[in-house]
């Protein structure tokens, strides 16, 4: 199915854990993007890239890094897991001026 | 920094009444669009709004983008219980590329059957 897989859904981490979360998408899209989402908080955006090879920080990048070797996958890596990274996690594609297709998420837990 | 406000953040209805959001942005904006996200589920997107006072519909949903480019709103009509759900607008500051969306926080809505 056409779309954007995050994996893996659910994910509880111990204090200083690092780990990546993954993500791919098949529809050639240039743009992708990391997003996490806390209650009140609304979407804010971690980091993003315009294209293979190139990346850009976002309004909260502090403790995540990322990398886009490829068109199809942008990986998030959390270096050293803090209690203040618990949330839910969305990695989003989209064309350069289209709508952002979402995957369904990474719920973590930091404890 | 550029800013999308939202609101309300929160509305409870009947099944039946109208439902509008409203997002003001503190800058021009290039073009806005809608997203609906589902209780547990993720965002989902509604609609792209271009070009100054755009109206568009889908089916029930309103969408119109002002004239300055600054504001939108999303009117439900005679709201129903799949209509449940938080509703995000999210602007483009840059024209020819959504590259960075400035989200506003979302307006939740619950239906009362």
């Known amino acids: 199915n056409a779309g954007v897989t995050q994996t893996p859904k659910f994910q509880v981490l111990k204090t200083g854990q690092s780990m990546t979360l993954q993500c791919a998408q098949d529809?050639?899209?240039?743009?992708m993007s990391w997003y996490r989402q806390d209650p009140g908080m609304g979407l804010r955006l971690i980091h993003y890239s315009v294209g293979a090879g190139i990346t850009d920080q976002g309004e909260v990048p502090n403790g995540y890094n990322v990398s886009r070797s490829t068109t199809e996958d942008f990986p998030l890596r959390l270096l050293s897991a803090a209690p203040s990274q618990t949330s839910v996690y969305f990695c989003a594609s989209s064309y350069s001026t289209g709508a952002y297709t979402f995957g369904s998420g990474t719920r973590l837990t930091v404890v | 920094g550029q800013q999308v406000m939202q609101i309300p953040q929160y509305q409870h209805v009947q099944e039946g009444e109208d439902f509008t959001t409203y997002c003001n942005s503190s800058t021009t904006l290039s073009n806005i669009q809608w997203y609906k996200q589902r209780p547990g589920g993720h965002p989902v997107f509604l609609i792209q709004l271009v070009k100054s006072g755009e109206v568009k519909k889908q089916k029930r949903l309103t969408f119109q983008f002002g004239e300055a480019k600054k504001n939108s709103s999303l009117h439900i009509t005679a709201t129903q219980t799949t209509d449940v759900g938080t509703y995000f607008c999210?602007?483009?500051?840059?024209?020819?590329?959504?590259?960075?969306?400035?989200w506003g926080l979302g307006t939740s809505l619950a239906v009362n059957p």
């Open positions: 999210a602007g483009s500051l840059y024209a020819g590329n959504n590259r960075k969306l400035i």
């Open positions: 529809m050639n899209h240039e743009y």
